[in-house]
Each structure stands twice: as C-alpha cells, then as structure tokens.
C-alpha cells in the first residue's frame, strides 16, 4: 500500500523543488557558489576574450570589471565564452560570416540550453563579436548591455599614423619604391619590420572605421552600450565596466529586455548614425542580420537608400579621412554625432540607462570635451549632404547591391562606364591583376563569392592588390563583401542574388559594358533582357568550393545579403 505524505509539509517541498527549476543550484553549488551568491539576480557573461588578436586579449580584466559592477549592485555574476578570431590578417575570409553566427549560436545554446540567468552582459570587440553577440542576445531577449573592447592606439611609422598596415598609403610607397629600385631589400625590410612594431600602441580594434569599430560605435547608438563607453580605453573602459556590471542588475529589477530596446525605430537610429559617421558596408549586412533575428520586416535595403539620401555625412574617419577613430572619441564620440543628429532620430527609444535616447541628449555632459570640428563636423556644414552609403539596383543587382561613397577619391562616384574584366574568385582576380589582364578603367566582376559559394568571403585582396598596382578609375563589383578598411576605389559589392544561384552578375561575360551611376543610384550591364535570358539558359552552377564542414552547411542554407546573409532560420 502507497503512503502519502503529510499535507503540511507540501510547501516545504515545492519551495526545494523550486529552487531545483529556478537556478540549478547543485551544479553551481558544486562550482563553488554559495547560498548567498544563488540568492541574488544571476547575470551571465557572454566574453570574447582569448590571445590571438590586440582587439580580445584584454578582454579579461574588462570582464573582471564588469563581474566587480554585478557583484556591487547585488548581483551574481558568471562568465562564459565564446569564439573571437581576428581574422583582419587571416587566410580564409570566407570563415567571417560563420564565425557570427556560431557566436550567435553559443549565446542562444549556452543560456537557452544551460545556464538560468536573469539577465546577460556582451562583452565584444571585433567585426564578428560584435554582430554575433547583437543576433545571440536578440535571440534570448534578456535585459542585457553591451561592453565593447574599444579602439586601440594607432603608432606612428616614418611619420606618418598607421591605423592598418594593409592597405596603409606608406607600405605601398615603400613597396613601389623597392619595385623601382629606389631602395633596397635591406631598406624594406627595416621599413616593414618598423611597421610590425609599432603599428598599435595598446590592445583595442584596428582604430579606422573597419567593420570592427563601425559595430562597436553603431552598439552604443542602438542604445545597447553605456553613452561614452564604446570608444573609451584604458582605465576609463574599466570603469564602465564597472558601470555597465551594475547597470544590468537595474534592468533586471526593471524587467527592461533586449526587445524593448532594439526596435524597428532603434535600427533606423543606427542606420543614420552608419551614414552621419562614413561606416563600414558590412554593417548593412549586419543590421539586416539583426532585424532579421527580431522579425523587423520594415528593415530593407530601400529603407538604407532612402536615409542616405537624407542623412549629412559628418565624419572624416580613416578611410574616410585623416582622423582615427581615438580623435573620433577625443571629439565628442557617439553623443556628439547623435546630438548633431537629433532632429533625425528618434528620440523617444529606450535605451540600457533606463531613459530614452531624447533624455540622454538632454544630460550629456561635453565640458571636457575639446571639439575637434575637423572631425565631427556640424549638421549645417556637412561634409556631403548625403549619407555614405548607396544602395544600387539594375539588372546586375536586381535586389540590391551597396558601395561606400565617403571613401577619399570622392572625385569618382558620379558615374562609370567601362568594360567587365571578369573572374570567378578573389584568388583568379589577384592572378589577373598580377598578369596584367586588367587596366584602368575596366570593371573588375569578383563573383561566385556570395553566401552560397563562400559564405559571402571579404575581398580586400583585390582592394590592396589594386591600390599597389596604381591602376585608375577602376570598379570592383562583388556579390562577396568589403572591408571597412577599403579605401580608393568605386567597390561595390553585396550584389543579390549572387552567382552562385544563378544571378544576373554570373552571365557577365569580358568585354560587356558596365554602367553606374551613382545619384541615380543604378548598376547594369548594357544587355537586353533577351540576352541575358538567353545567357541563362547555357549558364550552369559551378562546382561547389567546399564539400564539407561549415561552409558546405552554408552553401546549402545561406539567405542572400539583402537578408543578412544569415542561415536560413524557421525563428
């Protein structure tokens, strides 16, 4: 015969079984936590700390920080980690995009599938970190504020700033030179290893609007970050941290989530701050990426277009202009830029301080703050009355295609006209260069770099290998990506649908004549409709680049760039 237990003890034992569902309390209790910690708000760490590049390596002790602002609020605080390669030098861009959205992954898992947590703290740096950590934590849609690592200090080479050696104006001097004769390999050699040395004085991101800086500046303008803390370094980064630790256990007791502060009107806010401050393209795959996570179906490429067209461009940032993104913070930073753009924005979002983005402006202290309007211009002097970024559309691009047009050689965005020099990698486009097969005024095609092929793989090889070469008026179109760091050039890229799945950019044959033009905001080959249907016909996809792994996963799921280049998600 069963026995039953004393009704009275009931609430004792839903209370043990409460605290069973709750919190796991054995398992924390067996990692050395005590009543008193488990008690408290559990706020979990998502950190992208690890050795292997200047913008993560700190990341540590900023977590240290933020864990000593938890604990000072009332909170408890654990950390987790997830993935963060610099892949600025790497061998394989074509591992940028799925290196976010594994980020985005570990965040959902690791909180979704193991860690009970009240609320969750994004501490990133770099140019995937940064958008992964966005897509992970809309997806778990806790309170949550972000902590990014900030920009590091650029050194100095012969003189001249250096924000990234790369594609830096000085090592294409020095390489021409060496190509010339004019010095010695010996000479070069001292020059390159003086540009290894001292290229950065401090850990931080690349310190130019790379897509590194420009989504790390694009968090704190989403209303995710602390106001100041995005750029800030040094012991000041610290000390947000702190602030950024106690602020999370605010948002909690307020209940304030992820959703309530990234909405469609916060994204439209970031979206013209991209084009006040000259950012990266790549951001606009990112946003959209974002949006895409949150079901924001208002955000699309028209929506870029049209508040570029109405958003001054303010900023002269490297690529951009001389400044680096340290001058940027040193001349009043994001509030600055939001301040000057407030009659464009949306004041009334909330933001991680718990007030709206009008009430910050409001409280913004600048009495320390030595304006530097070389840098930050005013709303009535802009430098362009446009924003930087225009979205192009033709029968090359019929869903879209982005170019940068804040980028120095400004004198060559009205418009182009010049035959295509086409390629079917990045690597095929750098052979081609090499051997001479390209001159200038041709449009370089860098196609069957899309999602699909390579999960839309960065090219700035062909970017730098131009850039050496001095070639004029040349176009680069891709349906792969450009780095934040391009400078010099008309490239555009993001071109939908991409090659792979049969795209208009993949019948392109040598020769065919490209026209842009950018006012009117147009890409197209001067084909008729018949040809390129008729092109179609013969056209077959090619082989696929890899078989397995994840970018063979990605070959098979991959949505197009004017839907984030995301996985294809049943969210």
């Known amino acids: 015969m069963s026995k039953k237990l ?7 034992i ?12 054995f398992l924390y209790k067996a990692c050395g936590f005590i009543d008193e910690e488990l008690d408290r708000p559990i706020i979990a760490i998502a950190n992208s700390w690890q050795e292997s590049g200047p913008g993560h390596i700190h990341l540590r002790n900023i977590a240290e920080a933020v864990k000593a602002g938890i604990r000072m609020a009332g909170g408890t605080p654990v950390e987790f980690n997830v993935i963060g390669p610099c892949s600025a030098f790497g061998s394989d861009f074509r591992y940028d995009l799925p290196q976010r959205d594994a980020i985005a992954n570990s965040i959902e898992i690791q909180i979704k599938g193991g860690l009970t947590c009240k609320g969750l703290v994004c501490i990133c740096t770099c140019d995937k970190s940064v958008p992964g950590m966005w897509m992970g934590a809309a997806r778990v849609n806790l309170p949550t504020v972000f902590i990014t690592g900030g920009s590091a200090l650029p050194g100095k080479v012969r003189g001249e700033t250096i924000c990234f050696p790369p594609d830096s104006e000085i090592l294409f001097k020095y390489l021409k030179d060496l190509g ?16 290894e040395e001292h290229w950065l004085l401090s850990c931080g991101a690349c310190p130019l609007l790379s897509t590194a800086e420009t989504t790390q500046i694009l968090t704190e303008a989403l209303g995710l970050a602390l106001p100041y803390s995005s750029m800030a370094f040094g012991a000041e980064k610290i000390r947000f941290a702190k602030k950024s630790g106690m602020q999370i256990v605010e948002l909690v007791k307020q209940n304030l989530k992820f959703s309530k502060i ?29 949006a895409y996570n949150l079901k924001l179906s208002s955000i699309d490429l028209s929506l870029f277009d049209r508040f570029s067209r ?32 407030k009659d464009f924005l949306h004041l009334d979002v909330l933001t991680v301080t718990g007030r709206t983005l009008g009430e910050n402006l409001e409280t913004f202290s600048f009495k320390n703050i030595e304006f530097n309007r070389n840098v930050i211009t005013t709303i009535d002097q802009p430098f362009s009355p446009s924003g930087s970024i225009a979205v192009l559309w033709g029968n090359i691009a019929p869903q879209g295609a982005i170019t940068r047009i804040s980028v120095k050689r400004k004198s060559q965005f009205e418009s182009f006209e010049g035959p295509a020099k086409c390629f079917n990698s990045a690597e095929d486009a750098i052979f081609g260069l090499l051997d001479g097969k390209v001159d200038s005024g041709d449009a370089v095609i860098v196609r069957y770099e899309g999602p699909r ?17 001095g070639l004029e008026d040349i176009v680069i179109i891709s349906d792969g990506r450009f780095s934040g760091a391009s400078y010099g050039l008309i490239y555009i890229g993001h071109v939908a649908p991409e090659a792979y799945i049969g795209g208009p950019i993949a019948l392109i044959r ?32 090619p082989k696929m680049k890899k078989k397995k792994g994840v970018l063979a996963m990605w070959a098979q799921i991959a949505e197009q760039a004017d839907k984030g280049a995301v996985l294809k998600s049943f969210i």
């Open 453 to 469: 092929a390579a999960a839309m793989s960065e090219i700035l090889s062909v970017v730098i290998a131009i850039n050496f070469l």
């Open 6 to 12: 004393p009704r009275e003890i009931f609430p004792k």
């Open 14 to 25: 839903r209370h043990l079984f409460n605290r069973m569902t709750q919190i796991p309390r």
């Open 262 to 290: 990234v909405t469609t009107k916060s994204i439209e806010n970031a979206i013209r701050v991209l084009n006040a401050l000259g950012g990266g393209t790549n951001a606009v795959v990112h946003l959209l990426a974002l």
């Open 310 to 341: 109405e958003t001054p461009y303010l900023c002269a940032i490297e690529p951009n202009g001389p400044y680096s993104t340290i001058d940027f913070e040193n001349a009043g930073g994001v509030p600055l830029l939001m301040r000057e753009l």
């Open 180 to 195: 010339n004769n004019e010095i010695s390999i010996e000479e070069f050699t001292e020059f390159f290893e003086d540009l």
């Open 510 to 541: 040598d020769g065919d004549l490209i026209k842009i033009n950018i006012k009117d905001r147009t890409i197209n080959v001067a084909l008729s409709s018949e040809e390129l249907e008729n092109r179609s016909k013969s056209w077959k996809p």
